[in-house]
């Protein structure tokens, strides 16, 4: 089981706003899972990868293959108090879901 959480790398966010980000699809994907995937993944560590994409367009276009693999996910928007407009997309998160599951959708992407 993992979990993996794609954030945009070509916004330029700060660390800590790409932290904020991460943990903010991360906690929202696993609230959107059902309760055997959320038992069964924090039960082994909670894995997680965070990779990259370079546009709000490949976000979306990871989140429908997410939907037709049936894999849990979640798009994040920022609130735009700080860094970014409000409403930017800035990460999406796929699963928790077993590894095969979530490399069907984030396999090819590179590591952030």
């Given at each position: 089981m993992k979990?993996?959480?794609v954030a945009r790398a070509d916004l330029g966010m700060g660390e800590g706003k790409l932290a904020?980000?991460?943990?903010?699809a991360s906690l929202q994907a696993y609230?959107?899972?059902d309760r055997a995937a959320r038992r069964e993944w924090k039960g082994g560590?909670?894995?997680?990868v965070v990779l990259q994409a370079n546009s709000e367009a490949e976000l979306f276009e990871l989140a429908e293959?997410?939907?037709?693999?049936?894999?849990p996910?979640?798009?994040i928007r920022?609130?735009?108090h700080t860094q970014l407009e409000p409403g930017t997309v800035t990460a999406l998160a796929v699963g928790p879901a077993s590894d095969d599951r979530v490399d069907a959708v984030t396999g090819d992407l590179p590591l952030y």
């Open positions: 979990q993996a959480i904020a980000q991460v943990a903010h609230e959107d899972a560590g909670q894995k997680k293959r997410a939907d037709v693999e049936g894999v996910h979640a798009i920022d609130a735009g």
